[in-house]
């Protein structure tokens, strides 16, 4: 049965036990605290355990997020993981949540966007239920990047770190509630700004072209995300964008002059860079703390390798 919209009704989130902190990196490559800090303003991140698998953390994302919302595994008719750090590659990683969640037929996908992956895996959810071809979503961002991380190269392996977020998607007739159109698109001609590759299997990135692109091409997308949600900048409750580097959050923040109190960027400082997981990890937390109202308008906004962006509105669960 068709629906008239979406609405995220539930959050959970997992990282990591293991912290890796900028004096622990200084001691394995030549940098250091104050360098890190005013670079990217990240202090630390967590680190997954050797046997640890970007399943293994999208199934306690997930499992916290289905347990949140009051449901069981039969409620839910799809799957969804965003991901661009899973080393097993079939079966999928939304086939290995479902199963061991015992989810038993639902539509399960993973989706590979690098940084913007959940915010389309999220679109994908919401035209699937829209459309009547699912009930129920499971939409996961999960990553283990330390594993494609080359940990002797200091420009890039201060940036990264592991995680998951989840959310759970369902129908909804109240407009007033449901996920915004996505924005979404891509810059394939600055394809190999940021990569991961059979021949080098590590995170290589152009650094101050990624930096330059975020912090001019990005703000005008986000106010089109804000615009096809009816929403002005100054009415949402929080602005939730991809933990990529507190100065770009931060470059961008200032031209859309957000007020600093909606700008969620605390989690580039503890949790690092985690790719597809960095916003929902950050979503989940903010819902969790209790700050925003249910209800309240929560712009997400995702963008990377690729390169790729995707954002849109939701209320809060
Ligand atoms: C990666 C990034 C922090 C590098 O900062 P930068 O100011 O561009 O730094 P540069 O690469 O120009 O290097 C400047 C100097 O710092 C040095 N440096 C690089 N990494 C360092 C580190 N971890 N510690 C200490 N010094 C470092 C460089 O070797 C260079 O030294 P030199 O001038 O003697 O050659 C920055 O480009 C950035 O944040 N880019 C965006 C990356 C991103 O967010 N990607 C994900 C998007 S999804």
């Known amino acids: 049965m068709s629906v008239n919209g979406t609405r995220v009704v539930s959050v959970g989130h997992y990282q990591p036990e293991k912290v890796l902190t900028n004096d622990d990196l200084a001691k394995m490559v030549d940098t250091n605290d104050e360098w890190i800090v005013s670079r990217v303003g990240i202090k630390e991140r967590r680190i997954a355990a050797e046997d640890e698998k970007v399943a293994d953390m999208a199934i306690h994302a997930a499992r916290q997020a289905l347990e949140n919302a009051g449901l069981q595994p039969g409620d839910i008719d799809m799957v969804l993981v965003a991901t661009v750090s899973a080393k097993d590659t079939c079966p999928n990683t939304a086939c290995r949540v479902a199963d061991a969640l015992g989810i038993s037929t639902p539509a399960a996908m993973d989706v590979n966007t690098a940084c913007s992956g959940f915010e389309y895996a999220l679109a994908q959810a919401d035209m699937a239920i829209r459309v009547g071809s ?8 999960a990553e283990k990047l330390t594993a494609v991380t080359d940990w002797e190269d200091r ?5 990264f770190g592991d995680g998951a977020g989840a959310v759970v998607v369902e129908g909804t007739d109240d407009p007033e509630l449901a996920i915004s159109p996505v924005v979404w698109g891509s810059e394939p001609s600055m394809s190999d700004v940021i990569r991961i590759e059979e021949d080098v299997p590590y995170i290589k990135q152009a650094g101050q072209t990624v930096f330059r692109w975020a912090t001019t091409q990005l703000a005008p997308l986000i106010e089109q995300v804000a615009e096809r949600a009816g929403v002005k900048i100054d009415e949402l409750a929080a602005f939730v964008p991809h933990q990529a580097n507190l100065r770009i959050i931060q470059g961008i923040a200032k031209r859309l002059d957000f007020s600093d109190d909606c700008v969620i ?7 690092g860079n985690t790719s597809a997981a960095s916003v929902p990890l950050a979503l989940s937390k903010l819902v969790q703390s209790g700050k925003v109202p249910s209800g309240a308008p929560i712009l997400l906004f995702g963008f990377g390798g690729g390169l790729t962006y995707a954002g849109q509105v939701i209320r809060c669960p």
């Not at 699912?134 to 996961?140: D, E, K, P, Y």
């Not at 420009?155 to 940036?159: A, E, G, K, N």
């Open 265 to 271: 960027a605390e989690d580039i400082v503890y949790s």
């Open 134 to 141: 699912a009930t129920r979503a499971l939409v996961v961002g």
């Open 155 to 159: 420009t890039s392996c201060v940036l």
